[in-house]
């Protein structure tokens, strides 16, 4: 019997994801099974459904996909659905809360394009990154954050800038929980002088701000004579980086590298419909940011 697979995506939002939805049965999935509202306490029955109707050699075919807007309320989530796995009883899952871990994977996947480790770096070979000193501005987001984890696990050197030093610190104590060798250092980011000192030194700025809020200006972005990559996450006008167009991909602009929104949308896109498909080749694929950037090296 060949089955179907099925897609059970468990959204904390009020209601489920149609991006999320439209983007798995452009990847192949059959049928969604889309549950909006979903609280940790929630999570065990519906798994169980999915993981005690199959046999194991074919659970393959069904897989868990957790979205939502609060990337802290969808870990607790994907932390719920791992605890209901035992032995050979479990589903692939993968996690990507307003779509944070595909666009952080593919921005950082982007700069990689164009940048090589520091020879001053702490060393060579110790990640694709080494020692090359990047700024996140407004790393605080559910993009931001993810952006950090995955720079500082290519060795970066990197500056975590908020508008409020204290949320800067909070994402770089973090982030240093999980990737223990991070070189991080918080950074205001609130006006042009504080926003100026944050990019000093950077090769690359990534700006992960929300929509409509320009984060560093064209003029910062021209004086800033270190700079080889600037990528923008916000599509929606002004610019987080001025100058910086939301179709940029690779465009070089005063000598610098850019790339907007919808530059860097391609290969989220390409990434997260690769990552759903990778869900159905077994049963115990667990696909977080680290998971979904290792998949971008296939692309
Ligand atoms: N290209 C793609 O495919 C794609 C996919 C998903 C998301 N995105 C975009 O990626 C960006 C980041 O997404 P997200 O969900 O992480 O965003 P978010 O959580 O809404 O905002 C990220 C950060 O922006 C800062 N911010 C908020 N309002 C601001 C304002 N008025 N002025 C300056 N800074 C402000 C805040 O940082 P502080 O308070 O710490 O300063 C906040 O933590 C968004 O623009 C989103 O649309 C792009």
Known sequence: MSYKKILLCLDSD???????????????VDHL???????????????YGAMFTRGPADLKNTAVFI?????????????????CFFGPMRVSVMLDSNGANTTAAAAVLCAMKHLKPSPFGRGQGEGALAGVAATVLAATGAVGRRVVRLLAREGANIHVASRQLGRAQQVCDSVKRTCEHAQLTAFESRNADSTQAAVDGAS?????????????SDDLRRQCKSLK??????????????????????VERDGQICYGAIGVGGLKMRLHKAAIRRLFESNDAVLDAEEIFALGADL
């Open 33 to 47: 099974f889309r549950h909006g509202g979903v609280t940790p306490e929630g999570v065990r029955d519906l798994v």
């Open 14 to 28: 009020p209601q489920p994801s149609v991006f999320d939805g439209v983007v798995a049965v452009d990847a192949g």
């Open 229 to 250: 990559v600037a990528i923008d996450l916000n599509a929606v006008p002004p610019a987080g980086i001025g100058g910086v167009g939301p179709q940029d991909k690779a």
């Open 67 to 83: 979205g939502g807007s609060n990337v802290e309320e969808d870990e607790k989530l994907l932390a719920k659905v791992r605890e």
């Open 204 to 216: 690359v700025v990534i700006a992960a701000g929300a929509p409509e809020a320009e984060l560093l």
